[in-house]
């Protein structure tokens, strides 16, 4: 089945600074790439997605990559605010018929005032 | 309009004990997911419904476990004699559809803790 490998574990930046999240899958197959957000607490929120047939796709402050020959793709957060820190998780899904979710173990972003 | 809804919040039991968890979600949403987070873990794949059906239960841990959902809406995760490793939060999600590409909307999740 698929795997979903996610770094770094934690990450700590100052407000202002860039931050990067990083995921890697083994199923080729996978189409469809969601990030969720969940703050201490609370449930997750999807915050941004992007589809195999497509590299890049932004948001505002947040953007993320996909390189389907190596099968990683990645979150990026520019111009951080204390409001960003999160616990970030990427996931993988075929997206056929149905869309079971495959997560990463999470990314705890601090941004630090 | 109102997001998912999962009860109890919180659900302390002993082992051995049987518990049930139940999710209400979005009116109109066809697919209904459970997932399990445990500390410091990512989401673990449950159960997928499809209206009443359960397509895909490949993710249930042992046959303790077991979900039905009825009328298209309301969902039951019932775990019987429970285990301390069964300790997580468990979280439920529905989207529009069953395609990937609709956007799963997760409820607050039932803390379970096994003494």
């Known amino acids: 089945g698929e795997n979903v490998e996610q770094h770094p574990s934690t990450l700590s930046v100052q407000e202002g600074d860039s931050a990067v999240i990083k995921c890697t899958y083994s199923d080729s197959a996978s189409n469809y790439f969601p990030w969720y957000k969940q703050e201490l607490g609370k449930r997750p929120q999807l915050i941004i997605d992007?589809?195999?047939?497509?590299g890049e796709k932004k948001d505002q402050r947040i953007a993320v990559t996909l390189n389907k020959t190596a099968k990683h793709f990645s979150l990026h957060i520019t111009e951080t605010q204390p409001e960003d820190s999160a616990v970030y998780f990427c996931a993988a899904s075929k997206g056929t018929s149905y869309g079971k979710l495959t997560f990463g173990q999470g990314t705890i972003l601090t941004v630090h005032p | 309009g109102a997001g998912v809804s999962q009860s109890p919040s919180n659900k302390v039991t002993e082992k051995g004990k049987d518990v049930e968890l139940r999710c209400d979600p979005i009116?109109?949403?066809?697919?209904l997911y459970w997932y399990r987070q445990s500390l410091g873990q990512g989401l673990e794949f449950l159960i997928y419904?499809?209206?009443?059906?359960?397509?895909?239960k490949s993710g249930l841990p042992s046959d303790r476990f077991s979900a039905e959902r009825t009328g298209g809406s309301v969902s039951t995760l019932t775990i019987q004699r429970t285990q301390q490793e069964d300790s997580a939060v468990y979280l439920c999600a529905s989207s529009l559809g069953g395609g990937a590409w609709n956007e799963q909307f997760f409820g607050p999740g039932t803390r379970l803790t096994v003494l």
């Open positions: 419904f499809q209206g009443n059906s359960a397509p895909d």
């Open positions: 009116s109109g949403h066809t697919a």
């Open positions: 992007i589809r195999s047939n497509v």
